[in-house]
């Protein structure tokens, strides 16, 4: 559980280099269905997260998200950068 945890602060830390904000909420209350997501919303990157998920869903959200990003020039910790790789090699 905590090894999720510093890997969620790991993620934040490199979207918010990016100026994506990330907002958790309770995406189940909402009049129209909202899953758990990257958006931009005036002009701005979101990732939204359902505070419903589970730790693990809401760092696999941030990384599919981070990974369609240009993410050359800023520091990224090795994991993430390794999972990206990873990830473009399929």
């Known amino acids: 559980m905590q090894d999720v945890k510093r890997k969620i602060e790991d993620l934040k830390t490199v ?6 904000e990330i ?18 919303m005036n002009g701005k990157g979101l ?3 359902d505070k419903n998920s ?3 869903e809401q760092s ?11 993410l ?4 990224v910790a090795s994991w993430i950068r390794e999972y990206i ?4 090699d399929k």
């Open 15 to 20: 979207a918010e280099k990016l100026e994506i």
């Open 23 to 40: 907002e958790i909420t309770n995406l189940n209350d909402q009049e129209f269905q909202i899953q758990s997501g990257y958006c931009k």
């Open 47 to 49: 990732i939204l997260l």
């Open 54 to 56: 589970s730790l693990q």
């Open 60 to 70: 696999d959200v941030i990384l599919q998200t981070l990974k369609n990003f240009d």
């Open 72 to 75: 050359e020039n800023i520091y």
């Open 85 to 88: 790789e990873q990830e473009g």
